[in-house]
């Protein structure tokens, strides 16, 4: 759970070595079969604090660090409660599942800020989502609402409210849970 939630849970440097370094964690532990990943507050996540270290290629490491998401040895899933964006949003797309409900929005902010978004994040938008809205997304920098983004592929179910979502996501992991762990 990524608990900064006055910060949009904005993510720091150190937070995104402390991801990596959990997930190598979790995928030494054969017992563990399903990872959730989620935010606390009104916001999934804002992405990566660019004022942080100047000069740090941002870029570099959230795609490392989605990349090894995306690899993990666990099924993964995102319940994303609100607002998902930058980087954040690959990450979510990194994700085997992702859940949401109408507060859900996304945007990627690169391009208008003149920063290029890194390979790997473009190109698992054009393979999860396609070239016209990974288009719309990276290059027009659109803003996505929840029936969009579940239009576009980018979530897998839209459910009413809070309530629906975590149960819903419950149910989903129960029912991971419930399969063989080898064909997991």
């Given at each position: 759970t990524l608990r900064r939630p006055r910060l949009a849970n904005r993510l720091e440097p150190s937070d995104l070595l402390d991801l990596q370094a959990q997930l190598q964690a979790v995928?030494?532990?054969e017992e563990l079969r399903v990872l959730l990943l989620r935010g606390e507050g009104r916001h999934f996540c804002s992405g990566f604090n660019i004022?942080?270290?100047?000069?740090?290629?941002?870029?570099?490491?959230?795609?490392e660090?989605?990349?090894?998401?995306?690899?993990?040895r666990p099924v993964t899933v995102a319940q994303i409660q609100g607002g998902v964006y930058g980087g954040?949003?690959?990450?979510?797309?990194?994700?085997?599942f992702r859940l949401?409900?109408?507060?859900?929005?996304m945007f990627v902010p690169a391009a208008k800020l003149g920063l290029h978004f890194y390979r790997g994040g473009m190109e698992r938008y054009v393979s999860r989502l396609g070239l016209p809205w990974?288009?719309?997304?990276?290059?027009?920098g659109a803003t996505l609402d929840a029936q969009e983004m579940l239009r576009s592929g980018f979530l897998d179910q839209l459910l009413p409210d809070a309530a629906a979502l975590e149960a819903a996501t419950q149910e989903l992991v129960a029912q991971l849970l419930a399969?063989?762990?080898l064909a997991l």
């Amino acid at each position: 759970t990524l608990r900064r939630p006055r910060l949009a849970n904005r993510l720091e440097p150190s937070d995104l070595l402390d991801l990596q370094a959990q997930l190598q964690a979790v995928n030494a532990r054969e017992e563990l079969r399903v990872l959730l990943l989620r935010g606390e507050g009104r916001h999934f996540c804002s992405g990566f604090n660019i004022d942080a270290v100047p000069g740090l290629d941002a870029g570099a490491l959230f795609a490392e660090l989605s990349d090894a998401w995306e690899n993990a040895r666990p099924v993964t899933v995102a319940q994303i409660q609100g607002g998902v964006y930058g980087g954040a949003t690959d990450l979510a797309l990194a994700c085997d599942f992702r859940l949401g409900q109408p507060a859900c929005e996304m945007f990627v902010p690169a391009a208008k800020l003149g920063l290029h978004f890194y390979r790997g994040g473009m190109e698992r938008y054009v393979s999860r989502l396609g070239l016209p809205w990974a288009k719309k997304v990276l290059l027009a920098g659109a803003t996505l609402d929840a029936q969009e983004m579940l239009r576009s592929g980018f979530l897998d179910q839209l459910l009413p409210d809070a309530a629906a979502l975590e149960a819903a996501t419950q149910e989903l992991v129960a029912q991971l849970l419930a399969m063989a762990p080898l064909a997991l």
